[in-house]
Structures are given as structure tokens and as C-alpha cells.
């Protein structure tokens, strides 16, 4: 490291780079990044480098940008301290063939910040690289994930390249582990996937099972908690007029000279304590109480309109996964011992759809 320090300057334009940026040798602007145990790191950068790639750092350091005013120790808290030290590498020096040996949510890290720096060709390297890798084959929980990730940075070539693995050996990606933990949206895409390529009893088991994982049937009943406050505050108001009897019953018993005076204050305090209570303090606590009343029926309605909402999107995507299976292509059998017996179809509905599936299988008899 000493003789790159003395000469740097006389060597390949790589190591140059990496000079550079590992010793901040020259650097102008640093930002500040979190490792993966949350430890605080430091990346002193060049902005000459930075702007020649970004047209997002041009306007961040030359523009109206805080970060223009003020370079040092940019805080970075959307990606990981060790994503985009990796991110920096790649921006002054672009080793494409150091992209195939990292993990795949470093690829994905790394697209993400392409695209929020607005860097397209490293946003193209890097999709090349999972395509590359989902072309060679991964397991199957992994090419799950890829899947997943692919419909969320909507990339045609990598879905496709995706569901062609799928196709190829649909039996190795249908029940794995994976599927379960996909979103709903994405699931839905999944098993339409298969559609044609597995049996459809096999489809709906896997889309009980996930129904059942995640909790969903098509009768929810809403549970409704009321909280009940009773004996709060009345209570403590008792307890305050016994505090103040009390007191008054010792300064009578300390000021025997006063007595009728004291006596004739007690009764007016007590005249007075009773007009308060009367008057003031009750109508102000049947306020109180209906106020609170008010309060716990809006909470009600409004976790009413809640569960009524999450309930239709229950239905709607429950009905959605029904409507891709093709019933009457089973036999009775495998409808009864699937179908029949799941909570995702109504008592009606598995009639109709058995009634369909014996008219389909007599019409067959018919043409044979």
C-alpha cells in the first residue's frame, strides 16, 4: 500500500480508482452509511467521479441541494453501509465480472440504487446478472423469491426467464416453501402460472394450504371488544368530600370556642358540597360519559368499516383464486375429498360445481 501511495498516479487506471476511493486521497464529500450490526462508516468519495456517472449526484453537489452546500457526511439510511460500498467500487472502477460473485440481495440493492441514482447501465449489468443466474438455475425457495422480486421491479425478460424454470419442472416449484410467504397479488400470478402444467387438484391444495396459512376463509366473524369503565370516577369523588368532612371535623374539635361557627360552617360546606354535587359535578360527569360513549361508538364504527373492508378483500381474492380452478375437469372424487371438504367454497357453490362436474362427465360417456 505504501509504493501505491507513492506512485498511484503510475498505475492502471483500476487501481488508480481504488486508490482513490479506499485512501480518500483528494476526496471532497463524504457520506455516512450503517453497517450490518447498525456500526456508523465514513466513505470519503470525489464528486467529479460521482457526477461523471449520475446525472442525480450532478444536481445533489451543482444544484440548489442541501448536499450541495453542505458535502460532508451525507446520511444514507434507505441501503446497507456494505451495499453501497460495493455501489461506490462499481461506480469508479465498473467490474462487471466482481457482479457475478455477489449474493442475490446485493443485486437487488444494487438496482435499487442504479435507480435512484439513475445510472441505467449498471441497472442493465445487474438484471443481465440475475437473469444469468436464474438461466443457470437456483433452488427453488430463491427462485421463488426472484419472482417475486421480479413483478416488483416489473422487468418482461426476467418473469419470462422465471417462468419458463417453472414450466420446465413445475412438480419441483408448485408446494415449496416459498410460496407461502409470497404476497397476495403475487401469489395469485404464481398459481396462475401453473394453470394447464399441474393437476388442479394440486393447484387448489396448494391454494388451501396457503389460504390456511395465511388465515383466510370465506366466513369471518368480526370480534367486537367493548372496554368497560366502571367505578372510576364516582369513587374518587366520594372519597373527596370524606377528605374534606375530615378536615373540617378536626377544626372544629381544635377550636372549641367556635364551635357554633364552625358547626354552622360545616353545614353551609356541606350545603355548598351537596349544590356542587347536585348541580355541577354530575351533569359535568354524565358529559364526560357521553362524551366517552361518543368516542367508543365512532372507534366501533370505524373498526366495523374495517373489518367489513378487509372481509370484502378476503372474498375478493378468495373468489379471485376460485374462478382460476378448473372444477369440472376433476373426477367427483378428488372434488369431494378437495373442494368439497374445504371452508373456501360456500355449501351452495360445492353443489353447483359437483352437479357440473357429473353433467360433464355424462356428456363424456355420451360421446364415447
Known amino acids: 500500500m505504501e509504493n501505491i501511495e507513492k506512485n498511484w498516479q503510475d498505475q492502471k487506471p483500476q487501481q488508480r480508482m481504488e486508490y482513490l476511493l479506499k485512501s480518500g486521497h483528494l476526496s471532497d464529500c463524504s457520506f455516512v452509511v450503517y453497517g ?75 438496482i435499487y440504487l442504479s435507480k435512484k441514482f439513475m ?41 419470462h426467464s422465471i417462468k419458463m424454470k417453472f414450466t420446465g419442472n413445475p412438480s419441483l416449484f408448485i408446494n415449496t416453501a416459498a410460496v407461502f410467504d409470497l404476497s397476495s397479488d403475487k401469489f395469485l400470478l404464481f398459481i396462475r402460472t401453473f394453470n394447464g402444467w399441474v393437476e388442479e387438484k394440486i393447484r387448489f391444495k396448494v391454494i388451501e394450504h396457503y389460504c390456511n396459512v395465511h388465515g383466510l376463509k370465506l366466513n369471518m366473524t368480526n370480534t367486537e371488544q367493548e372496554d368497560i369503565k366502571e367505578n372510576c370516577v364516582l369513587p374518587s369523588l366520594t372519597a373527596a368530600f370524606e377528605k374534606n368532612e375530615n378536615k373540617n371535623n378536626v377544626k372544629a374539635s381544635n377550636d372549641e370556642k367556635d364551635s357554633n361557627k364552625n358547626e354552622e360552617k360545616m353545614t353551609n360546606t356541606k350545603e355548598v358540597e351537596e349544590d356542587i354535587k347536585e348541580n355541577c359535578v354530575l351533569p359535568s360527569l354524565t358529559a364526560a360519559f357521553e362524551k366517552d360513549e361518543n368516542k367508543n361508538n365512532v372507534k366501533e364504527n ?39 371438504a374445504s371452508d373456501l367454497l360456500t355449501i351452495e357453490k360445492k353443489y353447483q360445481l359437483l352437479s357440473e362436474i357429473c353433467i360433464a362427465k355424462d356428456k363424456m360417456k355420451t360421446f364415447v
Open 36 to 110: 450490518d450490526e447498525g456500526e456508523k462508516i465514513v466513505l470519503k468519495c470525489h464528486k467529479l467521479v460521482l457526477m461523471s456517472v449520475s446525472p442525480v449526484f450532478e444536481r445533489m453537489f451543482e444544484g440548489d441541494f442541501e448536499e450541495s452546500k453542505l458535502a460532508d457526511n451525507i446520511v444514507l439510511d434507505d441501503v446497507s453501509g456494505t451495499d453501497f460500498q460495493k455501489f461506490l467500487s462499481y461506480l469508479y472502477w465498473h467490474d462487471n465480472q466482481k457482479l457475478d460473485t455477489y449474493k442475490l440481495d446485493t443485486i437487488q440493492s444494487l
Open 119 to 159: 445510472i441505467p447501465n449498471m441497472t442493465t449489468k445487474c438484471l443481465n446478472t440475475l437473469k444469468k443466474r436464474a438461466s443457470k438455475g437456483l433452488d427453488p425457495d430463491t427462485t421463488i423469491d426472484l419472482f417475486e422480486y421480479a413483478h416488483q421491479i416489473e422487468d418482461i425478460e426476467l418473469i
Open 302 to 340: 370505524e373498526e366495523k368499516i374495517r373489518n367489513q373492508r378487509e372481509q370484502e378483500k378476503r372474498m375478493q381474492f378468495i373468489t379471485e383464486l376460485m374462478e382460476d380452478i378448473k372444477f369440472p375437469s376433476m373426477s367427483s372424487y378428488d372434488f369431494i375429498a378437495g373442494p368439497g
